[in-house]
């Protein structure tokens, strides 16, 4: 099975930032990468699939990139909702979650 | 408007079984790929069952396999997850997820807790 590794696992931004997640996929997933984002209480929600698709109704604050095995993702300047738990997600052999980075406010 | 809306939840006691059910709307049901997805308290995501359009093909988790049965009824626009054998560890929130480029559409979720 492919291993997602996410970095950091606690992230601490203030408002207007620049912040970048990080997964590494155990072996080359072909850009197979989606990223979710979870608030407390609520369903997870998709943000950007295939590495570097923005989901419909998804600001353009949010953007993705990367190639076989590392991916990132960056959020060009932090707003006030973007607060919650981040997970990557690959669907190219199987289908694996990362273990999350929640990004709170410093 | 895509909704998706669990139901079947509650506390059981270890060795019992539950089914769940999601009902979709909001989009053309029989088209689509569904997904179970279960998170364990303060834990991550675990997908664990998948379910083809017609179901022709269903795949589970090595952690649920031979205990949980995915099914759907397309003419009721609903998804099922059949749960035997329950254990402390599948005490979670379950999730069912539409499959578009991974999964785009997520229920609110429902608790299964299993506890004597």
């Known amino acids: 099975d492919i291993q997602m590794t996410q970095s950091p696992s606690l992230l601490s931004a203030s408002v207007g930032d620049r912040v970048t997640i990080n997964c590494k996929a155990s072996q080359n997933i072909n850009k197979y990468l989606n990223w979710y984002q979870q608030k407390l209480g609520e369903a997870p929600k998709l943000l950007i699939y295939?590495?570097?698709n923005l989901q419909t109704g998804i600001p353009s604050r949010f953007s993705g990139s990367g190639s076989g095995t590392d991916y990132t993702l960056t959020i060009s300047s932090l707003q006030p909702e973007d607060f919650g738990t981040y997970f990557c997600?690959?669907?190219?052999?199987?289908?694996?979650f990362g273990s999350g980075t929640k990004l709170e406010i410093k | 408007e895509v909704q998706l809306v669990e139901s079947g939840g509650g506390l059981v006691q270890p060795g019992s079984s539950l089914k769940l059910s999601c009902v979709a709307s909001?989009?053309?049901?029989?088209?689509?790929?569904m997904n179970w997805i279960r998170q364990a308290p303060k834990k991550g995501l675990e997908w664990i069952a998948l379910?083809?359009?017609?179901?022709?093909?269903?795949y589970y988790a090595d952690s649920v396999k031979g205990r949980f049965t995915i099914s759907r009824d397309n003419s009721k626009n609903t998804l099922y997850l059949e749960m035997n054998s329950l254990r402390s560890e599948d005490t979670a929130m379950y999730y069912c997820?539409?499959?578009?480029?991974?999964?785009?559409?997520w229920g609110q979720g429902v608790m299964v807790t299993v506890s004597s």
């Open positions: 997820a539409k499959w578009g480029e991974g999964f785009d559409y």
């Open positions: 295939n590495t570097n």
């Open positions: 909001g989009f053309t049901f029989s088209n689509y790929g």
């Open positions: 997600f690959q669907h190219n052999s199987w289908l694996t």
């Open positions: 379910i083809y359009y017609d179901s022709s093909n269903k």
